[in-house]
C-alpha cells in the first residue's frame, strides 16, 4: 500500500498539507543532520489525511538514498507483540531492543482504535521511546488524535512529550482524502 509513496504524489487538496509537505521536505533535505541530532517525526490528526503516506516518503528517502535502517510497525503490531511475550521465555528487554535499536523507528498509530492503551501497554511504549530518546534516535510517528491533548489521554503524557521533544510536530487537520472521494 506504502511502497509507492513519495511526497511528490502525495495529492494536495487542502492548503494545510502543502505547509507538512513543505516541513517534511526540509527535514528530508538535512536528513543525515536531523538522524544525527535524534530529531524526530510526530504527525497527528484525524484518520484519513495521509500521514502513514506522508512518512512512507520519508523512510523511502531515508533508506534509499541515505542508507539508513528503518523500521516500520504499527501499533497494534506492537502491543500484540508484547502481548505475545507474556508467560514465554521471551524478555522484555529483548523486545525492546528490536525497536531501539533501528536508525529510525516508524510507529504507525499507537493509539487504541476505541479506549485508552492500557498501563502495561503505556509502560512498554515509553522504555521504548526514553531509550529511542536517551540515545537519539529518532522515532517518525502518526497519531490519528485531533491535538495534542488528546494524544496525551490516549497514549500517555510522557510518552508524547518524549517525542515531542526535538521533533518536528505537524497537525494534519485536514478532510479525510477516502472521504473526499466519498467513499464511506
Known amino acids: 500500500m506504502y511502497r509507492d509513496c513519495r511526497t511528490e504524489n502525495y495529492e494536495i487538496y487542502d492548503d494545510a498539507q502543502r505547509g507538512v509537505v513543505e516541513t517534511l521536505q526540509a527535514y528530508a533535505d538535512d536528513l543525515d543532520e536531523n538522524v544525527t541530532d535524534g530529531r524526530g517525526i510526530m504527525l497527528f490528526g484525524t484518520s484519513g489525511t495521509g500521514k502513514d503516506h506522508l512518512l512512507a516518503a520519508m523512510a523511502r528517502v531515508a533508506t534509499n538514498a541515505h542508507g539508513l535502517r528503518v523500521v516500520w510497525s504499527s501499533g497494534q503490531q506492537l502491543f500484540g507483540r508484547i502481548r505475545d511475550t507474556i508467560g514465554t521465555d521471551a524478555t522484555e528487554e529483548a523486545l525492546i531492543g528490536q525497536y531501539t535499536r533501528p536508525t529510525i523507528l516508524l510507529l504507525s498509530d499507537p493509539a487504541p482504535m476505541f479506549g485508552d492503551v492500557t498501563p502495561h501497554q503505556a509502560n512498554m511504549l515509553y522504555r521504548i521511546i526514553d531509550e529511542r530518546t536517551n540515545r537519539y534516535r529518532p522515532t517518525w510517528i502518526t497519531i490519528n488524535v485531533k491535538d495534542r491533548e488528546e494524544a496525551n489521554k ?31
Open 154 to 184: 490516549k497514549i500517555g503524557g510522557p510518552v508524547v512529550e518524549r517525542l515531542a521533544h526535538n521533533a518536528v510536530t505537524a497537525r494534519c487537520q485536514w478532510p479525510s482524502y477516502r472521504m473526499r472521494k466519498g467513499e464511506r
